[in-house]
């Protein structure tokens, strides 16, 4: 006999297709959760003008500056998870401040099973900065990726002149790793890098303030036996 299909439940069937969805990081007062296509609109509004996407992103003749950063917003969030794979990933986690949606902090690999390496990068509405939640949202995803992923370690660079970035990587312990030359699209751009080890992390007791729950369904996403 021909069993029933299970039931269909409105918003159940998120975490049991991308179990990903139910993913939640908890640091100090910020709790990060994975972009919904649902938020795509409302983040697309509050992003701030001083975050830079990729300058070698397509731009499409006929939009101009602002619908073509409007359309990345979306295309950039339905390759991260379109494109997934245990070896390649990017994981876009919403940002949840005093109850409201206040910014995005991605973590991300490439080759991660061999290289156990892991890269970030962020942003936050202006209302929220200077405040530690820069700070805070970094460690949620550095909890995961250390406490819980088994990275081996953490890159970041950014802008000789992005003191808020530098200072939330410094801020957390990671080490200059020395300077280099991008092509910004516009010419030249020296960026710093830096670097965090799992040693190092562990070290200063960043830990016991990273709490991750809703991880074990999502282990074989990241590689990880069940
Ligand atoms: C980067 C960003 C997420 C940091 O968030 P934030 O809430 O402003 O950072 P925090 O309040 O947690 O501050 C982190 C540290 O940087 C320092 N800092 C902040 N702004 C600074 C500035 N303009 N110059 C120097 N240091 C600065 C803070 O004093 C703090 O260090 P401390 O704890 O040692 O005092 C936020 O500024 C942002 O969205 N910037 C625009 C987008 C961007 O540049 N993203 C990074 C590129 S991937």
């Not at 139910?22 to 959760?33: F, K, M, N, Q, S």
């Not at 339905?78 to 995005?104: D, I, N």
């Not at 973590?107 to 209302?127: H, K, M, Q, Y």
């Not at 929220?128 to 660079?157: C, E, N, P, Q």
């Amino acid at each position: 006999m021909r069993q029933a299909p299970p039931a269909w439940h409105p918003g159940r069937m998120d975490t049991t297709a991308w179990p990903l969805f139910g993913l939640r990081l908890h640091c100090r007062d910020v709790t990060l959760r994975l972009v919904r296509e649902s938020d795509l609109a409302r983040l697309a509004a509050i992003v701030p003008d001083d975050w830079e996407d990729n300058p070698h992103s397509e731009r499409f003749a006929g939009l101009d500056a602002a619908q073509n950063r409007l359309r990345l917003r979306y295309q950039d969030y339905w390759r991260a998870l379109g494109t997934w794979s245990p070896a390649s990933w990017q994981l876009p986690m919403a940002v949840e401040y005093s109850g409201a949606l206040v910014g995005v902090q991605q973590l991300e690999a490439e080759n991660f099973p061999v290289l156990r390496t892991v890269d970030s990068g962020s942003w936050l509405i202006r209302e929220v900065r200077g405040r530690g939640v820069g700070v805070a949202m970094r460690m949620a995803v550095l909890g995961l990726a250390f406490d819980h992923l088994a990275a081996l370690a953490a890159v970041t660079s950014a802008d000789l002149d992005n003191g808020a970035s530098l200072g939330v990587s410094r801020r957390i312990g990671y080490t200059d790793n020395g300077t280099g030359l991008v092509d910004s699209g516009h010419g030249p751009l020296e960026l710093q890098y830096l670097r965090l080890t799992a040693a190092q992390w562990q070290a200063a007791g960043h830990s016991r303030e990273v709490t991750v729950t809703g991880l074990d369904p999502c282990r074989p996403w990241f590689g990880l036996a069940p």
